[in-house]
Every structure is written in C-alpha cells, then in structure tokens.
C-alpha cells in the first residue's frame, strides 16, 4: 500500500526555523513528482511548494518564495521542506503529495493533480 508519512512539525517562534519531512513508500518514488500544500483552519488547502521528478524544478507561492526550500533524495524516498524565517500566518497542517510524473521538469500546483497524500503535520508559530 502507498503510503505517505510526514514528520517534523511543531511550535516554534515567529522568525524561526522548521524543516518537515514526508517518507514515501513508492518502489519507484523517482517516477512521482512531490508537493507540500498546506491548511490552516477555517481556511482552503492552499499549495505552498512543488518539486519534479527528478528535483531539477521547483515552484513556490509567492507568500513562501525566498524562505522555503523544497528538496528530495530519491535514494532516501524522502521530500523536506526547509521553513525558515516562519510567520504566525504560516500556522497549518502541512500535508505532501505525490503524482506519477513522464517528465523531469514537471512540477504540479494544483491539489486536484495529486493522487496520493499524506495526513499531514501540524506547523505552529507563534508570535
């Protein structure tokens, strides 16, 4: 069974610094693109950062651009992503996703194009 497992979440201040994981049980886990999106309450799951196949192609919102890093062992079947520079708007529980991909420079935004997910880690920054 596929499944996606994220750790790393936690409370941390305004201005400081997390790094969340997501382990994957893909036999081929270099054929998936990977994303994080996230949700904070009340509010729509938003897309936060997106990574190709092969880790050649990033993209990031614009509210966590110069930030976040996304990035991937494929050796490891892990994706992190590198918080840095956290705000208390950045307060969610950050889920990852995957997608077969054909290219290695295909990244995806869009919730709707993932197929598998994680539950998700809660993120908090308090001010």
């Known amino acids: 069974q596929v499944q996606l497992v994220e750790s790393g979440g936690g409370l941390v201040q305004a201005g400081g610094s997390l790094r969340v994981s997501c382990a994957a049980s893909?036999?081929?886990?270099?054929?998936?693109?990977m994303g994080w999106f996230r949700q904070a309450p009340g509010k729509e799951r938003e897309f936060v950062a997106a990574?190709?196949?092969?880790?050649?192609?990033?993209r990031y919102a614009d509210s966590v651009k110069g930030r976040f890093t996304i990035s991937r062992e494929n050796a490891k079947n892990t994706v992190w992503l590198q918080m840095n520079s956290l705000k208390p708007e950045d307060t969610a529980v950050y889920s990852c996703?995957?997608?077969?991909?054909?290219?290695?420079?295909?990244?995806?935004?869009?919730?709707?194009?993932?197929?598998?997910w994680g539950q998700g880690t809660q993120v908090t920054v308090s001010s």
């Open positions: 996703a995957a997608v077969r991909s054909a290219s290695n420079g295909v990244v995806f935004t869009i919730g709707s194009q993932y197929n598998i």
């Open positions: 990574i190709s196949r092969s880790g050649e192609t990033t």
């Open positions: 893909l036999r081929t886990f270099g054929n998936y693109a």
